[in-house]
């Protein structure tokens, strides 16, 4: 069994911060590359960031400039710096990681249960 779960979600006024993180636990053999997607009521689900167990990041133009990646692959934990806040950054923000198991098993993705973002303007 793997687990991912996020916290730091909330409510924010445009303009402000919030960090979000993410820890994966369980029976975790290696994980590969951590990410963070976003949801919002009526749109599908889009890739916000991710980055690899070497640090290397990729981001959605809409979060360049405002929002960071990083991880601490000791503690197997992601986290997400979002500054800058827009309404249109209202979403459920769900972590992503791809683990393995075991030495014998794949890299499978897993999923956190989601944490609500909410930017009033």
């Known amino acids: 069994q793997v687990h991912l779960v996020e916290s730091g979600g909330g409510l924010v006024q445009a303009g402000g911060s919030l960090t979000l993180s993410c820890a994966a636990s369980g029976n975790i053999f290696s994980l590969n590359t951590m990410g963070w997607y976003r949801q919002a009521p009526g749109k599908q689900r889009e890739l916000v960031a991710a980055i690899s167990t070497g640090g290397s990041t990729n981001y959605a133009d809409s979060v360049k400039g405002r929002f960071t990646i990083s991880r601490d692959n000791a503690k197997n934990t992601v986290y997400l710096q979002m500054n800058s806040l827009k309404p249109e950054d209202t979403a459920v923000y769900y972590c992503?990681?791809?683990?393995?198991?075991?030495?014998?098993?794949?890299?499978?993705?897993?999923w956190g249960q989601g944490t609500q973002v909410t930017v009033s303007s």
């Open positions: 992503s990681s791809s683990i393995r198991t075991s030495y014998y098993t794949p890299y499978s993705d897993y």
